[in-house]
């Protein structure tokens, strides 16, 4: 199997990936760029992106990864359109594998993000994919144009769903097993000031039912009581949580029991392989933000860009 050599690998396409390969590619070093299966990463999902400095009116997450891209491309930076699914090391060089391909190079930056958490209920399975269960109301929701939906969690990113489906759908259930959203103060008094925004407090979803094509109902009960009722329902936009996207690296890197990256306590872009640099959500459960992954990814390339120039003198 042919293996190509490039000085800068980066993993990943998101805030982090994109800020990273924007500073190698103006330092000279040709990053090449492994996409992953969502290019732009997760603020692709974000309708409207309030809190990147620099855009005083907001701007759609799409637009803002696309700019991005735009301007890594601009310095040089290169594209591949798969995944990392392995990586290891071979007398000092990376090796990362992507299905069938195989590139070499002197350093990394992972910046692989992270998943949706599925909610493992019946019902989920056989209703995703186009039958009504979600994690993207950016993408999906249009489909649900004065319907009613739900969405389960009570972070950030379920009051954003909620908030953005609000203006769409006719219903909006938000169902969170505690009493109070976790999200940041600001986006759970605006969601939840919305009148056809409607909070079902202490409940989970137990199950999601259907026609066996389209989902048309929840059963939901009381986390306390665990009393059960049925919720009908059109859609299920699921928002409880995310999984960092490491696996391609398990045996290799060090990661915590969650599988987010264990980062040096000096310096948080290194972790436990020379050569290797992180930035971004893959190894953050703490902030999740774009301008802090970009800021990680910035920092991990200035990092990489140090070992690189090392290896040139
Ligand atoms: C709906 C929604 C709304 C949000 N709104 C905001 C907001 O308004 N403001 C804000 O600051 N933040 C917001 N966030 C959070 C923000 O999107 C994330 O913090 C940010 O995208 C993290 O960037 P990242 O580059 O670390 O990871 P990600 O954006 O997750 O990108 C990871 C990249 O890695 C790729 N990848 C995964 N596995 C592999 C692999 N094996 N090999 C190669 N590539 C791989 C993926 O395809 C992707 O391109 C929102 C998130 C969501 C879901």
Redesign the pocket.
């Known amino acids: 199997m042919a293996t190509d050599h490039v000085p800068a690998l980066v993993?990943?396409?998101?805030?982090?990936?994109?800020t990273a390969a924007i500073y190698l590619a103006r330092s000279g070093f040709n990053p090449l760029v492994?996409?992953?299966?969502?290019?732009?990463?997760?603020?692709?999902?974000?309708a409207?992106?309030?809190?990147?400095p620099g855009f005083p009116d907001g701007i759609s997450?799409y637009e803002l990864l696309s700019q991005m891209r735009r301007q890594a491309e601009r310095f040089g930076a290169r594209f591949f359109g798969?995944?990392?699914?392995e990586i290891h090391a071979d007398s000092g060089r990376k090796i990362v594998g992507?299905g069938s391909e195989t590139f070499s190079c002197d350093g990394v930056v992972v910046?692989?993000?992270?998943?949706?958490v599925p909610l493992a209920v019946p019902g989920e399975d056989t209703y995703g994919g186009g039958g009504g269960v979600s994690s993207?109301?950016?993408c999906d929701g249009p489909f649900y144009k004065n319907k009613t939906v739900s969405v389960v969690g009570g972070g950030?990113?379920a009051a954003?769903?909620a908030l953005?489906l609000s203006t769409i759908c006719e219903k909006v259930y938000l169902i969170h097993r505690r009493d109070k959203l976790r999200a940041t103060a600001t986006t759970a008094d605006k969601v939840l000031a919305r009148k056809n925004v409607i909070a079902l407090w202490n409940r989970r979803v137990v199950s999601i039912g259907g026609d066996g094509r389209r989902m048309d109902r929840l059963v939901i009960c009381d986390v306390n009581g665990g009393d059960q009722c049925e919720l009908a329902c059109d859609g299920l936009f699921v928002?409880v949580g995310?999984r960092p996207?490491s696996?391609?690296a398990r045996g290799f890197l060090e990661m915590d029991g969650d599988g987010y990256f264990v980062l040096s306590a000096s310096d948080s872009s290194i972790g436990s392989v020379e050569g290797v640099f992180f930035?971004?959500?893959?190894c953050?459960r703490l902030?999740?933000?774009?301008?802090?992954?970009?800021g990680?990814?910035a920092r991990a390339a200035l990092s990489l860009e140090r070992r690189l120039l090392r290896l040139l003198s």
Request: glycine content about 18%; proline content about 3%; aromatic content about 4%.
């Open positions: 993993l990943g396409s998101g805030c982090a990936g994109l492994i996409e992953g299966d969502l290019p732009g990463g997760q603020l692709t999902r974000a409207r992106v309030e809190n990147f997450g798969g995944s990392a699914t992507c910046a692989t993000g992270s998943s949706p993207c109301a950016t950030n990113s954003a769903e953005f928002s995310h996207n696996d391609f930035g971004g959500d893959c953050d902030n999740r933000q774009a301008i802090v992954a970009a990680a990814g």
